[in-house]
């Protein structure tokens, strides 16, 4: 489970990282993307104003020539054209600037007559299916253009009857019914050689004033017309002419299908240019002019975005997900390392384990081969201590049957009865060596009286004590009850002893006392030596497992370490004193019990 998490750790970080950069980068490039509409729309709002206000001023100078007409009673040619020159330095946008007279069939031929003085090949013309110029045909009223700026470019325009044109003439009678200048729709012009829209601007001229629409009518004297290129004047407009980062168009929507009348970009422009992101687009109403609703709209080109949009949300991706991939591949060296951390761990707790056990199952064999050591060493005594029983018995055995046949019934009542008493002696003994030779168990805990366990030892170690000149003394006070194991506590006097034996093998005087008596609550139980005493260096190690003073071979240093866990075992304490020539007294201690 653990390996398998530690596998999905590094992926999930490096998906995590880069989902989250991913996040990161797309909120940024949204923001990036929003201000750059605001900032895009407030750049089209301020051009369309630009343009509407340039727009503005040339329909002012049209009115205002319009004026001069009204005030000179005979329009003279040569000023005409000074006046229009004038006007076209200042508005560059003005493709043409013209006179349209007002021509009745009443004084054409006088008009025409003046007209001719200047131009003497001048026809009134209209336009034919094909684009042809042919002579007007005969109608009541006549608007056909006269003074032309610049005529060069716009001959072909001269003597163009403007009424003879739908679109023109619905123009030109609203401006005279009005009496105000009029903008007419989009029209492809009479000297257009390409493609390009225009349309025409138109201010009325009148005799005197004018009230009613009858009288408009009547004292129309004919009009000034402005004729505009859409795409020129676009481009040539203050603010859209420098704007090449905005693809820009003007539309017609006054009759509502939107025509769309001229652009700021050329074919070629477009080509570069050309930017199709929808969410930018955006188109700008201009205000009403001259009975035209017009708008513009538009969308940026690469260049424009490019320009206005920062790199910050690919910078912020691409360093998000180097980011997670450095982390992630720390982190998987970081799981590798702790994975080989962790398996060296486990393979080191194996093997201590196995260690444990194996130093475990060595110090049993040791504390066996402890037993079976100090058996060997008693047995001499034990098989003392068996055979004078044994051998009362087999000489009490002969005996037997020889006073029976003499009828001796006391005598073989008392061999009987001695027969019985050494073979109860014999038993004794064997029960003192399985207590010594058998494994201790919890469940062999009952009350004890402690000098029973004293005599049980006793019977084991006293004729090896004897054989060793040793004296045994003893004072044991009775009724010493207490809570304990009888196994090990008598294995806990038999190693006391041992030891008591082993250390008087020096000394002049060889006496060991066995004391017991009852203090403050608790059974105590005495055995002291007057042997050669613990030297101090070794006096804080001498329960410790494995440590012995005496020769390799002799001793395993088992034997204390024995007596203070199994002591401990019965909830009971051992301590000594000694001191160095005069001997060593271990105490140990038991709570009392009350039987
Ligand atoms: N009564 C004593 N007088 C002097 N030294 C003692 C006495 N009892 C124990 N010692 C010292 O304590 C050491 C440890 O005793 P312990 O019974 O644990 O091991 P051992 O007697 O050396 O070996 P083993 O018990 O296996 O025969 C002894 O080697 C000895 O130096
Ligand atoms: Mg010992």
Excluded at 195 to 222: C, D, W
């Amino acid at each position: 489970m653990q390996k398998k998490i530690e596998h999905v750790i590094a992926p999930l970080l490096l998906i995590a990282g880069i989902a989250v950069s991913a996040f990161t980068a797309f909120w940024l490039y949204e923001m990036e993307k929003k201000s750059l509409i605001i900032s895009f729309q407030r750049e089209v709002d301020l051009r369309a104003t630009s343009l509407h206000w340039d727009l503005t001023l040339n329909f002012k100078a049209l009115r205002d020539l319009g004026i001069f007409f009204e005030k000179s009673s005979v329009p003279d040619h040569d000023e005409f054209r000074a006046l229009a020159r004038e006007i076209m330095k200042h508005l560059p946008h003005i493709d043409a600037l013209e006179w349209i007279p007002r021509i009745t069939s009443d004084n054409k031929a006088e008009q025409l007559e003046i007209i001719k003085e200047h131009y003497p090949d001048f026809e009134i013309t209209q336009r034919q299916d094909q684009g042809i110029m042919v002579p007007a045909s005969t109608k009541e009223e006549y608007f056909p253009v006269y003074f032309v700026e610049p005529y060069k470019g716009h001959e072909i325009a001269l003597g163009f009857d403007l009424s003879s044109d739908t679109t023109r003439w619905k123009t030109l009678k609203t401006a005279r019914d009005t009496g105000q200048p009029q903008v007419s729709a989009s029209i492809t012009l009479v000297q257009e050689k390409g493609k390009q829209k225009a349309f025409l601007a138109v201010a009325p001229v009148f005799r005197g004033t004018s009230e009613t629409i009858a009288e408009r009518r009547k004292n129309l004297t004919g009009f000034v017309l402005g004729i505009y290129r859409a795409s020129d004047l676009f481009k040539a407009s203050k603010v859209t002419g420098q704007a090449s980062d905005i693809h820009m168009i003007m539309v017609d929507n006054t009759d509502g299908n939107a025509e769309k009348l001229g652009e700021n970009f050329s074919e070629i422009e477009h080509e570069h240019n050309e930017h199709h992101e929808q969410p930018l687009y955006y188109a700008k109403d201009l205000p009403p002019l001259l009975g035209r609703l017009w708008s513009v709209t538009s969308h940026p080109t690469r260049h424009y975005i490019a320009d206005n949009i920062s790199p910050l949300p690919y910078v912020v991706f691409l360093f998000g997900v180097l980011f997670s991939t450095m982390i992630t591949i720390c982190a998987g060296m970081l799981i590798k390392r702790n994975h080989i951390i962790n398996q060296k761990v486990s393979e080191q707790t194996r093997d201590l384990i196995e260690a444990q056990a194996a130093r475990t199952d060595f110090q049993n064999k040791l504390i066996e081969m402890n037993k079976m050591a100090s058996l060997g060493e008693m047995s001499a005594g034990i098989g003392h201590e068996l055979s004078q029983p044994l051998g009362t018995i087999l000489l009490k055995c002969q005996m037997l049957p020889k006073a029976l046949n003499q009828r001796d019934y006391d005598k073989s009542l008392k061999f009987a009865e001695d027969i019985r008493n050494q073979a109860m002696r014999a038993k004794e003994i064997m029960d003192s060596l399985r207590i010594i030779s058998r494994d201790a168990k919890p469940e062999d805990k009952t009350s004890i009286e402690l000098n029973q366990v004293i005599r049980k030892a006793e019977v084991l170690i006293k004729e090896d004590l004897t054989m060793n000149g040793i004296q045994l003394a003893k004072e044991l006070s009775p009724d010493i009850y207490i809570y304990a194991s009888p196994v090990q506590l008598g294995q806990v006097v038999a190693n006391l002893l041992t030891n008591a034996r082993d250390a008087l093998k020096e000394s002049d005087e060889k006496r060991i006392t066995i004391r017991s008596y009852k203090k403050d609550g608790n059974g105590i139980l005495e055995i002291e030596d007057t042997g050669s005493g613990i030297p101090e260096q070794y006096q804080s190690k001498i329960f410790e497992p494995f440590f012995t003073s005496k020769p390799v071979g002799k001793g395993t240093g088992l034997g204390l370490s024995m007596c203070y866990s199994m002591v401990q075992d019965n909830e009971g304490e051992i301590t000594f004193t000694t001191s160095a020539g005069q001997g060593t007294c271990f105490t140990v201690t038991f709570p009392l019990t009350r039987s």
